[in-house]
T-cell receptor, first 115, second 113 residues
Framework: GAGVSQSPSNKVTEKGKDVELRCDPI?????LYWYRQSLGQGLEFLIY????????KSGLPSDRFSAERTGGSVSTLTIQRTQQEDSAVYLC?????????????FGSGTRLTVV | TQLLEQSPQFLSIQEGENLTVYCNSS?????LQWYRQEPGEGPVLLVT?????EVKKLKRLTFQFGDARKDSSLHITAAQPGDTGLYLCAGPPSGGSNYKLTFGKGTLLTVNP
């Protein structure tokens, strides 16, 4: 597609439930990133994919968080046993290349609220 | 400790005024990027600066990267209501992974008509 697409745009879930967040990057973009934006915290790196591989998962906050990417395209971020502190906007971005001067194209994000 | 400090945190001005926002660090960055984010949307890339001392202009916006590559500024001339948004600076710290951006917390700009 023309841009990075994320779904759902909003998700309200009960504490303890599992959620899946989807990201469809720009076609042909081999690099894909997940970030989390919390109120007052700024954007925090979660995970980086190059193709279907995730060489850097260092930002995942706990083992309740996992992500996969299939076909070098769509990625899913899964949060198991959600907690209230997981409430945030989850942003996905993609880029055609990687490098210090390469800018990201972000999706509009999924706003997750855990009640 | 925030690696990239942005100031001011909030800025409210009238249409037609000029303004400057700042992005500072004690660390050297390979490059710095500026994004603008509107409510309910993801950040949109405005510019990337790579060379120390570099100045880039994008219409009414002027971006500068410090000589030591530790700081950057964004100057807007004759601000318009459409400039309203959260301005974020980001970059990969020098010596770190070049794909992983560190973000500042942003400057929330409101331009009143």
């Amino acid at each position: 597609g023309a841009g990075v697409s994320q779904s759902p745009s909003n998700k309200v879930t009960e504490k303890g439930k599992d959620v899946e967040l989807r990201c469809d990057p720009i076609s042909g973009h081999t690099a894909l990133y997940w970030y989390r934006q919390s109120l007052g915290q700024g954007l925090e790196f979660l995970i980086y994919f190059q193709g279907n591989s995730a060489p850097d998962k260092s930002g995942l906050p706990s083992d309740r968080f996992s992500a996969e990417r299939t076909g070098g395209s769509v990625s899913t971020l899964t949060i198991q046993r959600t907690q209230q502190e997981d409430s945030a906007v989850y942003l996905c971005a993609s880029s055609a290349l990687t490098g210090s001067a390469v800018g990201y194209t972000f999706g509009s994000g999924t706003r997750l609220t855990v009640v | 400790t925030q690696l990239l400090e942005q100031s001011p945190q909030f800025l409210s001005i009238q249409e037609g005024e000029n303004l400057t926002v700042y992005c500072n660090s004690s660390s050297v960055f390979s490059s710095l990027q500026w994004y603008r984010q509107e409510p309910g949307e993801g950040p949109v890339l405005l510019v990337t600066v790579v060379t120390g001392g570099e100045v880039k202009k994008l219409k009414r916006l002027t971006f500068q990267f410090g000589d030591a590559r530790k700081d950057s500024s964004l100057h807007i001339t004759a601000a318009q209501p459409g400039d309203t948004g959260l301005y974020l600076c980001a970059g990969p710290p020098s010596g770190g992974s070049n794909y992983k951006l560190t973000f500042g917390k942003g400057t929330l700009l409101t331009v009143n008509p």
